[in-house]
């Protein structure tokens, strides 16, 4: 059977992939078994990764060489591998500023109903499930093995983690992150930046920059410091792949 020319040009195109930490090589893996793009390599703020080879391929050099990345090896397209759900759809405005084409990185396990609507700069990780009339929205992690039912609505920018499991027509708004092993009944939402912590049931909605835990879930009331201190060594890393500082990392204020 013959390939289609679009098909063709398809694999023909070049890939750069923004971190090259564990993230990244969970997207390096998902868009080399896809085989629609040639992955050229990574970029990462850390300088002395700059020459080595993760799993192969090389790392390029710092978010400030793209551009000359971009013109000398032609690189078109791009993926934007950094777990922090604010710092990635920040990197992923930039690209777009730098007239690189963003792309999304599928595994070819995961399993995706034919009326799926995808965004861009989206992670879907191996054995995901994806069911009809799902909306995902741009820079969305749909991580290893988590269940998105029927009618189902993933905001920009969010976290669904390993496992995690969501019944239908449910809503998670922008930025937020829905932790590993969690359960979602059907139509509820989860709020923008919330978080819904590992293991946890939710059976009612839960409040923008919230966060809940438990069985079933419940929110807990914690000083913001203490969240902030929990995420700030990603954060930090982050921010410097961004060339942000965590002060002027920006969230999403807006629901989806």
């Not at 990462?44 to 000398?72: A, M, Q, W, Y």
């Not at 290893?144 to 499991?165: K, M, N, Q, W, Y």
Request: proline fraction near 5%; charge should be neutral; charged fraction near 20%.
């Amino acid at each position: 059977m013959q390939t289609p020319q679009s098909d063709v040009k398809t694999r023909e195109r070049k890939c750069v992939i923004l971190g090259c930490g564990g993230h990244g090589r969970v997207v390096l893996d998902c868009l080399v078994n896809a085989g629609k793009v040639s992955v050229v390599g990574f970029v990462d703020s850390n300088r002395k990764f700059t020459g080595r080879r993760i799993d192969g391929v090389e790392v390029l050099g710092h978010p400030e060489d793209l551009p000359d990345i971009k013109r000398k090896l032609g690189v078109d397209v791009a993926i934007v591998a950094i777990g922090d759900n604010g710092v990635r759809r920040a990197f992923a405005d930039r690209l777009d500023v730098l007239g690189f084409e963003l792309i999304n990185a599928i595994h070819p396990s995961a399993n995706l109903a034919r009326n799926v609507t995808l965004g861009a700069n989206i992670l879907i990780a191996a054995g995901a499930l994806v069911s009809a009339h799902c909306q995902i929205g741009d820079s969305v992690i749909l991580n290893t093995g988590c269940i998105v039912d029927h009618e189902s609505l993933i905001g920009t920018a969010t976290h669904i983690c390993p496992g995690a499991r969501l019944a239908g027509r449910v809503t998670v708004e922008s930025g937020a992150f829905v932790g590993i092993g969690a359960t979602i009944i059907q139509s509820v939402r989860v709020g923008y930046e919330a978080i819904v912590g590992a293991g946890a049931v939710v059976t009612d909605d839960v409040p923008p920059m919230s966060t809940v835990v438990g069985v079933p879930a419940r929110e807990i009331k914690q000083p913001q410091t203490s969240r902030d201190a929990w995420l700030l060594p990603e954060l930090t890393r982050a921010a410097q792949i961004a060339n942000l500082t965590p002060e002027k990392t920006p969230t999403a204020k807006m629901p989806v």
